[in-house]
């Protein structure tokens, strides 16, 4: 697979995105007011925001909330759904360059987006946004690997037959990096509980949504007849599989 650079990577594949992507917990905003002193209403940017998955789940807390995205099949689909909200407004921009005013956000967030960024120089924006005092928020939902039959296979399926998998996976994003993203005031981690239970054609769809995927050809039909295989030999007696998550989030001020 060619793509030109990281924004345009998921534009053929929105829909399975909107239709299929897990949501994150529902007690992360509260744990954000919590332990980062988030303001009720805040003021938040949302980094490479895509869909808008943290978006709406700020937004439901009361926040406004700047949805910063460059991928424009992204961005409208998240103008779609989200557009009629109070407190939401789309920006077309990257992480990196938001073109939001200096001192002007209580938080940055970036949900499943941190390891496509420039990190020095998401890292100078970042700083450059946020007030006094204000955190930056990195979020992952972290599949479990092998934890289960079905994540042992499909793990390996990944690995055999998605030559990018390894190469652009989150999980290069190690303690060492967010170390030096967050600086000398250090960071701290909290790890909550996730999951996704999904029916085949829902789990045709997740699995779509990731970027390293073949969509067609030989490498794409052996791909799907093995995840059909994995599915009908692990799925429970109502017909789903479940994705389990450890949501991973990381957080504190960049000065």
């Not at 972290?142 to 390996?156: K, M, N, P, Q």
Request: hydrophobic residues 40%.
């Amino acid at each position: 697979m060619q793509h030109s650079s990281p924004t345009e990577r998921f534009s053929d594949r929105v829909s399975d995105y909107v239709r299929a992507r897990p949501g994150y917990p529902a007690s992360l905003p509260q744990l954000l007011a919590e332990r980062c002193r988030l303001p009720t209403p805040g003021v938040i940017a949302d980094a490479g925001s895509g869909t808008g998955i943290m978006t709406r789940l700020m937004l439901d807390r009361g926040h406004r909330v700047f949805a910063v995205e460059p991928n424009r099949e992204m961005r409208e689909a998240a103008e779609a759904s989200l557009g009629n909200r109070a407190g939401f407004t789309s920006v077309a921009a990257t992480a990196e360059s938001t073109g939001l005013a200096t001192a002007s956000v209580d938080m940055v967030t970036a949900a499943q987006a941190f390891h496509w960024f420039d990190r020095g120089r998401v890292r100078t924006e970042f700083t450059r946004i946020l007030r006094p005092g204000g955190h930056a928020v990195l979020v992952w939902n972290d599949r479990r690997l092998a934890s289960t039959a079905f994540l042992r296979g499909y793990e390996a399926l990944l690995v055999d037959h998605c030559p990018e998998y390894l190469k652009v996976v989150h999980r290069n994003i190690t303690v060492d990096v967010l170390t030096g993203f967050f600086g000398p005031a250090g960071f701290e981690t909290v790890i909550l509980d996730n999951a996704q239970a999904l029916d085949w054609s829902l789990l045709v769809a997740r699995h779509d949504s990731q970027s390293y995927v073949p969509k067609s050809g030989h490498a794409r039909a052996r791909l799907m007849a093995h995840l059909r295989a994995l599915f009908e030999s692990t799925a429970d007696a109502n017909g789903h599989v479940v994705f389990e998550y450890d949501t991973r989030v990381h957080f504190g001020p960049l000065t």
